[in-house]
Antibody
Framework: QVQLVQSWAEVKKPGASVKISCQAS????????IHWVRQAPGQGLEWMAV????????TYAQKFQGRISVTRDPSTSIVYMELRGLTSEDTAVYYC???????????????WGKGTTVTVSS | ELVLTQSPGTLSLSPGERATLSCRAS???????VAWYQQKPGQTPRLLIF???SGAPGISDRFSGSGSETDFTLTISSLEPDDSGVYYC?????????FGQGTRVEI
């Protein structure tokens, strides 16, 4: 079945970087964009970035410009999200999600990973 | 910058009642690219509605969406206890996505 499997939880110190992975399976990896969305404790959903796995082009939320990088490895169907310069405000659950289509129509984020908890603490 | 404002913040209703959730955009958007998600406590978000009014595969027909331009609505026709959670609207008409802040539904 179609699924996105994310890497395990991380604990980082302020100023460090974190790199999270999202492995796709059950569909043709290069055909669907992958987004990163985060959710701080008790807060709503915040869109961070998107990558086109075919060509590797990315779009980042302005808020994260300069300290986020999203890459992909088509040979393993994995998308990576690296966030640098972590602060306590980056403590959150980070989700990857696929842009789905149905009968050729874009239907927003139809498949989500289970999330990766990142805790930033000294 | 597009802002989506959801109301009310919290909706407390009884089983069998109808829930009406609102999502207002700061500028006119194409209804083709408005989605609604449900997030139950401790779970990942789940796509309910796309294209403002189309149900995602496997979603109960108790969930329906409507709206255009700046005003969009998610309706849950007959609430069940399992419908408790937070509901988010989203615009996906560009690479950069925007979420509303969410409406909590308590049953």
């Amino acid at each position: 079945q179609v699924q996105l499997v994310q890497s395990w939880a991380e604990v980082k110190k302020p100023g460090a970087s974190v790199k999270i992975s999202c492995q796709a399976s059950g569909y043709t990896f290069i055909n669907y964009d992958i987004h990163w969305v985060r959710q701080a404790p008790g807060q709503g959903l915040e869109w961070m970035a998107v990558i086109n796995p075919s060509g590797g082009s990315t779009t980042y939320a302005q808020k994260f410009q300069g300290r986020i990088s999203v890459t992909r490895d088509p040979s393993t169907s994995i998308v990576y999200m690296e966030l640098r310069g972590l602060t306590s405000e980056d403590t959150a659950v980070y989700y990857c999600a696929r842009d789905g289509t149905i009968f050729g129509v874009l239907m927003a984020m139809d498949v989500w990973g289970k999330g990766t908890t990142v805790t930033v603490s000294s | 910058e597009l802002v989506l404002t959801q109301s009310p913040g919290t909706l407390s209703l009884s089983p069998g009642e109808r829930a009406t959730l609102s999502c207002r955009a700061s500028q006119s958007v194409s209804s083709t690219f408005v989605a609604w998600y449900q997030q139950k406590p401790g779970q990942t978000p789940r796509l309910l509605i796309f294209g403002a009014s189309s149900g995602a595969p496997g979603i109960s027909d108790r969930f329906s969406g409507s709206g255009s331009e700046t005003d969009f609505t998610l309706t849950i026709s007959s609430l069940e206890p399992d419908d408790s959670g937070v509901y988010y609207c989203q615009h996906y008409g560009s690479s950069a996505r925007t979420f509303g802040q969410g409406t909590r539904v308590e049953i």
